[in-house]
Every structure is written in C-alpha cells, then in structure tokens.
C-alpha cells in the first residue's frame, strides 16, 4: 500500500521561506505525476504544482516565480520550495502522487503552513 509522509510546514513571516517534502512508500514503487494542493479554510482544494516522472512542472499562476518544485525519484520524494511567501499562501498542503501501475491518485494527511502578516 502507498504512503505518504509529509513534512516542513511551519509558521513564517511574509516574505519568508519553507521547503515541504514528501516521502512517498514503499521503495522501489513506481510514480508518474507528483504534486501539491493547497486547501485553505473555507475554499476548495486548489492545484499547486506538479512534477512528471520526467521533470516537467506546472504551477499555478499564483506562486509562478516564488515556488520550485522538485522530485528525487530514487527516494520517490517530492519538494516544494516556497519563497516569498504570502499570508494568502497560508493553507494546508497536500502531497499527492500517482501510480505508475494502477494510474490511482494516493494522497497525505497534510502539512499546515501559516504565513504572519
């Protein structure tokens, strides 16, 4: 079974800096796309970035330029670089990956980032 461990959210100040990173299991398992979502209370669940297997991205227009997300597939983890952070950027952050075998979308439990004003 997959499994998702999230990690590096926090509080920041705006402008600051935090770098998230899943882990995804087992080892050895194969992923296809790789990304992050964004749910922040009361909205929906929104597209952050996302990473193929082949190292082509995707964001959302409201962190192109500030976010970098990146993936090491030997350790089947994925990173998400935020910079210049926002207090519009606080939400909770979830991880999610797909299946290279059953194309199935498997998700984490969630990171919380708050980003002060």
């Known amino acids: ?16 800096s935090l770098r998230l990173s899943c882990a995804a299991s087992p080892s050895g398992f194969r992923f296809t ?23 082509s991205t995707n964001y959302a227009d409201s ?7 990146s993936r090491d597939n030997a350790k089947n983890t994925v990173y998400l670089q935020m910079n210049t952070l ?17 194309k199935k979308n498997y998700w984490g439990q969630g990171t919380q980032v708050t980003v002060s004003s």
């Open 1 to 16: 079974q997959v499994h998702l461990v999230e990690s590096g959210g926090g509080l920041v100040q705006a402008g600051g």
């Open 33 to 55: 796309t790789m990304g992050w979502y964004r749910q922040a209370p009361g909205k929906q669940r929104d597209l952050v970035a996302t990473i193929t297997s082949g190292g």
């Open 63 to 69: 962190v192109t330029g500030r976010f970098i997300i």
């Open 86 to 102: 926002k207090p519009e950027d606080t939400a909770v952050y979830y991880c999610t990956v797909e299946s290279y075998y059953s």
